[in-house]
């Protein structure tokens, strides 16, 4: 892929997409790789781009990120995001189970319905085990007690005592690429270069939002891994991104993690 400033690529060092800037200034020391033990790793890096310069999509407004509250459970994406589903499903690459190594993991099917709340996200409805946050990055969410937070770029990483789940909060950059193709874009790369990597399921769930779920094999951890990743867009063109990864075992948790972050979700003001 062209590297030339403006363009955006491939990082093969930080294992995320970058914005048009030249690769040759960007640090190695901002890498946290997944197989390097305590370090927990992101898995992408969405694309965004400013109002403008994506197409136009018919967007959610914000009053609707705290009206809406559907709750995402292992593969079911709900949330504020998803006030409709187009007949234009962009699937690429199916659903398909994982290696024998590890359970089958096929993704389960978008629900049928999505019934919004009236009211708007509130601690006493925050699921047991898990805390609402107010990030310094301007968004609020909601994560699972106890984790940890750190943040490399626009990368926001909340990560379990023992280093082996994360959850992975990618706010707005200069990168401009549509949910879809930010997420299309990060499985080749991820494909390229994580061990037995496997699209489990890459799908657009309506004009705004896009669902991947892939799993690898991780060969410090001595496991299967499988993530879910949400990315979507606010009402200002804005484009955020929800991870979670773990156990491939442990699945559907991963997607229960998103869930709950999708529906305690509100975008920093202005987003």
């Known amino acids: 892929m062209s590297k030339n400033r403006g363009d955006a690529y491939w990082n093969d060092e930080a294992q995320r997409w970058e914005p048009g800037v ?5 640090s190695s ?7 390097a033990g305590p370090r927990s790793a992101p898995e992408h890096f969405v694309g965004y781009g400013p109002p403008g310069s994506l197409p136009r999509f018919s967007r959610v407004g914000v009053p609707a990120v705290v009206a809406v509250a559907v709750l995402l459970v292992g593969g079911l994406v709900g949330g504020w995001l998803l006030l409709g589903d187009d007949d234009g499903d962009q699937s690429a690459g199916g ?8 359970p ?9 319905e999505l019934t919004p709340s009236a009211e708007a996200p509130e601690a006493d409805r925050v699921p047991e085990g898990y805390e609402l946050v107010q990030d310094e990055k301007g968004f609020s969410t909601a ?17 379990s005592p ?18 879809y193709q930010a997420l299309q874009q990060t499985s080749e790369g991820l494909r390229a270069d994580r061990p037995g990597y496997e699209e489990v399921e890459l799908k657009q769930l309506n004009d705004g939002t896009a669902k991947l779920v892939y799993a690898y094999d991780s060969q410090s951890l001595g496991e299967r891994r499988m993530a ?12 955020y991104a929800v991870l979670a990864i773990g156990p491939a075992a442990e699945w559907p948790d991963q997607g229960t993690r998103v869930g709950t972050a999708l529906r305690h979700f ?6």
């Open 162 to 179: 023992d280093q082996r789940r994360m959850l992975q909060i990618s706010t707005p950059s200069g990168l401009m690429l549509t949910p």
């Open 143 to 159: 994560v699972p007690e106890g984790w940890k937070r750190s943040e490399d770029g626009v990368q926001v990483y909340y990560t």
């Open 228 to 239: 879910m990743d949400v990315a979507f867009l606010t009402s200002g063109s804005r484009q």
């Open 266 to 271: 509100v975008p920093a003001p202005g987003a």
């Open 95 to 102: 659903r398909s189970s994982v290696s024998a190594s590890a």
């Open 29 to 35: 020391a901002g890498r946290r790789a997944d197989e």
């Open 104 to 112: 089958e993991t096929e993704a389960p099917p978008p629900p049928d």
């Open 22 to 26: 030249d690769p040759a200034s960007v």
